[in-house]
Structures are given as structure tokens and as C-alpha cells.
């Protein structure tokens, strides 16, 4: 053993020591390493700033420029940092152009606290799926993203902050429910928050049911793109289980639409289980210059000032953006109770 890998093994297996000793709840993880959630402030959930959709069989570190995708986004995310924001979840998951070493430039450079993930993308009927998840059991699946949690990220050290998978609408096909499985798997293990990309609330509905049945509590799932479903009923039911209720479309283009969202949150008593962000960004593996980069600073300059108007309070605001997301984020193992 060389004194470098020696000095990472130590390294690793004291991150493991610490996370043992630490009250739960009371750490999150960046691709800089553990924080405390009460370090994270203002956060953006729901973010990219690298994808491709080549498709699971393609998708490769080969395809793109690391150095021209991290000069692309330094930029947008030093804008936001500079805005106020300290904490960046980057939602890109592996196969769909997850690189945790250009999130580690980015943070360093503009000092902002950035999470990547462990899981697989099921939406988008399967195309980032990659071949091996067929094989195998959703208990090996899980024991690849433990293994990344506990180990780093390849061979980069760098750990996952939250489990993200993706699911088509529902009702659940045989390979989204075992990813789903391997999620709540991987948080009984980990503690790690589990976001699911969910087509609707048939999904949503049977996602939280099945880790209900494999004794995870629905505080430790995220509903992402809940805005899609227009069943607000549905979204109630899933807020009063216990779940997150993130809603990430917010752009330039849909500010009242959003607001009224979150108005009808907080008319139902459920500002306290609701995430906001903008699923905006991010570099386009494929197209020339990385295509057209939205910028991550809409929530900032046009969307609270709209909540402000709308009658939020400087501490509904403060729910939304600072306490919520360090409780959904926050790493400790939510177990059902019967
Ligand atoms: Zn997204």
C-alpha cells in the first residue's frame, strides 16, 4: 500500500467513524465531505449542471470536455452563490452524465456546498437504465450504491449525498419497483434521502407504499416534479404520509403558476413538507457549447420576491428555502412504523 492510498484509506475510514459518532439527522453529505445541516442555508433542491441523454449504453466521461462543462457553469453557480445561495443539489444521476469530480471543482471554486447522488434513472421509459440493473436483485443493486456511499464514487473518494432514482407513471413496472426496492434497501443501510423522479400520482402513490412494505417512513422520500400531477388531492395525501413535496419547475416563464403551488401548500398546512427549485441548467452533452444553459438564479430574483407579494412571511420563506431542505437532506436512517 502506497502512503497516498494509505492516507485515503484513513481518511475514508475515519469519514466512517465520525458518521458513527455523529447524532443522526445531524450531517449531510457533500462532495467536499460532511457538513452539518444547519451549515447548508439557502439551497436549490433540484438542479444540473451536466446531462446526457445519449442513453445508459453510451454515456461516457469521453464524451464531453470535463474543462469546458466546469467553465460553462462556474459562472451560473458562483451567480447563485453570490445571490445568497450556500447549498446546490445536483440531481444528475449516474448513466445520465453524474460527474462528481466537476462538482468538486465547481464547489471548491465558488465556495458553494454541492450533494451528488447513488441510484439509476427509470424514467424516460428506461432508456438510463443500464444493463446490469435487469440482472440483478434489487439487494446487489443496492450493495453497488451502499458501496458508493460508504466508499466514494468510483475511485474518487467522493461520497453521495442523497439516493436519486426516476420512475415512469404509474402503475409501477417490474424494473422501477425494484429500483424502488433497492432505494429503500440503500437508506436502511445509509440514511441517505431517496428522490424519485415520479410520472404521477399512481407512482408517487405506490412508491410510497412499497417503502412503507420494506420499513421505510415516507419522510425520507422525495416526490420530484410533484407539480406535474394535477391531482392536488393526490399531492395532499402524499404530504400528510409524510413525504417531500418538491417543486421544480420553477422558471421565467411559470412564476404565478408556482406560487399558487406553494400558496395551496400553505393553505392546507404543508409549507413544512414543501421543497422549491428550478430543475434548470445545465451543460448538453452533444450539443455545440454544451447548448442552452438556464441559468440557476430565477428562484432568487423573481420568485421570492413573487412569494413576498403574495403574502409570505420572511420565515415561510425561511422554511422553504433553509429549514426544509436541511431536514429532507439531513442523513439519518426514517424507519415505518407499523
Ligand atoms: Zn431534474
Known sequence: MNRRHFLKQ?????????????????????????????????????????VDFVGAEQASPSRYDAEAVFKTALPHVRRV???????????????????????????????????????????????????????????????????EWQQGIAETGIRPGFIKIGVDSGPLSAIDRKLVQAAALTHLESGLTIASHTGNSVAALEQIEALKEAGVDPNAWIWVHAKREPDAGAV??????????????????????????????????????????????WYH?????????????????????????????????NALTIANPAAAFGIKVRRSTP
Open 285 to 317: 452533452v452533444g450539443e455545440p457549447g454544451g447548448g442552452k444553459f438556464q441559468p440557476f438564479d430565477t428562484l432568487f430574483v423573481e420568485f421570492l420576491p413573487a412569494l413576498r407579494r403574495a403574502g409570505f412571511s420572511q420565515s415561510e420563506i
Open 236 to 281: 395532499f395525501k402524499a404530504a400528510r404520509s409524510g413525504a417531500w413535496i418538491e417543486f421544480d419547475s420553477i422558471g421565467p416563464t411559470r412564476i404565478s403558476q408556482n406560487v399558487e403551488l406553494v400558496k395551496a401548500m400553505k393553505d392546507a398546512r404543508l409549507l413544512g413538507r414543501v421543497l422549491i427549485s428550478q430543475d434548470a441548467g
Open 81 to 147: 452563490r453570490a445571490l445568497g445561495c450556500r447549498t446546490f443539489v445536483d440531481c444528475t444521476p449516474a448513466f445520465i452524465g453524474r460527474d462528481p469530480g466537476i462538482l468538486k471543482r465547481l464547489a471548491s471554486a465558488a465556495g458553494l456546498n454541492i450533494l451528488t447522488n447513488t441510484g439509476y434513472y427509470g424514467a424516460a421509459n428506461d432508456k438510463f437504465v443500464p444493463r446490469h440493473a435487469y440482472d440483478e436483485t434489487a439487494e446487489q443493486l443496492s450493495q453497488r450504491w451502499v458501496r
Open 10 to 50: 484513513a481518511a475514508l475510514y475515519f469519514s466512517a467513524a465520525s458518521m458513527q459518532t455523529a447524532p443522526r439527522g445531524d450531517q449531510v453529505m457533500t462532495v467536499l465531505g460532511p457538513i452539518r445541516p444547519s451549515e447548508m442555508g439557502m439551497t436549490l433542491p433540484h438542479e444540473h449542471v451536466l
